[in-house]
């Protein structure tokens, strides 16, 4: 990201402000003077306006209920991104979201400035297990149910047997359902595999991440230490 861009989402001042700060040589990025305002900052980068440091921790990892009409990229020039909702104290070079979910689907998201979590979560050998909330066009049937805990063949892969539960009082209608992979629309595509439909999706967790109950949509917060330990041991 530009250095004046950034600096004016951390509220420095307009980005007319923000040039003339970069160009009266008041701006380090690094520990070294920097005048060009499209100098180009890095995650992780300390950067200092008039010798303070800029912002708070230079990493940061926020957990996420995303709503649904966003999508889960850095930037979109036409669609809102997952990234538009970090307010500008929040934001770091480098921020990103681990992993997808579809513009409908809402729950869950991390967002992380560690290149290397996100890579060793997504890595198919550490198997990270996704659980989501279904609600279905139609009952779940015993047998749409074991196809789904048997694995199902998609046409560019099998997946790995799903475990799934049924909401009670439901009518079958909502279910709670585990992946261990995250292929491209993989839930939606395995209900209709089975000759049923999602009308509705929701992560509610990530290996050791939940959705807190208590958080809107739209809204996140900072991982806890514990949750950051956590997807350190699962993602060693
Ligand atoms: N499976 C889907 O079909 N969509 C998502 O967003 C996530 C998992």
Redesign the pocket.
């Known amino acids: 990201m530009r250095l004046d861009k950034y600096l004016s989402h951390l509220q420095f001042g307009s980005r007319k402000e923000v040039k003339a700060l970069i160009r009266d040589k008041r701006v380090r990025v690094a520990g070294e003077l920097v005048t060009d305002p499209g100098y180009n900052i890095l995650p992780g980068v300390a950067v200092e306006v008039n010798d303070a440091q800029a912002d708070g921790p230079l990493e940061v990892d926020y957990l996420m209920n995303k709503p649904a009409g966003v999508i889960t990229a850095t930037e979109d020039p036409v669609q809102p991104t997952v990234l538009d909702l970090i307010r500008p104290h929040d934001y770091r070079p480098g921020l990103y979201p681990v992993g997808?979910?579809?513009k409908d689907?809402t729950g869950l998201l991390l967002l992380t400035t560690d290149g290397n979590l996100g890579h060793r979560l997504l890595a198919p050998n550490h198997h990270v297990a996704k659980t989501?909330t279904a609600t279905l066009a139609k009952a779940l049937t015993d047998d749409m149910k074991r196809q789904l805990e048997q694995g199902i063949v998609l046409e560019d892969f099998t997946t790995a047997p799903a475990e799934v539960t049924v909401v009670p009082a439901t009518n079958n209608k909502v279910i709670q359902m585990t992946i261990t992979e995250g292929k491209y629309?993989?839930?939606?595509?395995m209900l209709l595999a089975v000759d049923n439909e999602?009308v509705a999706?929701t992560?509610i967790a990530m290996g050791p991440l939940h959705l807190p109950e208590n958080m809107a949509a739209g809204d996140y917060r900072a991982l806890t230490d514990e949750e950051r330990a956590q997807l350190a041991q699962i993602s060693k």
């Not at 629309?185 to 595509?189: D, L, N, P, S």
């Open positions: 997808r979910l579809d689907t989501y629309h993989q839930i939606k595509r999602v999706l992560r």
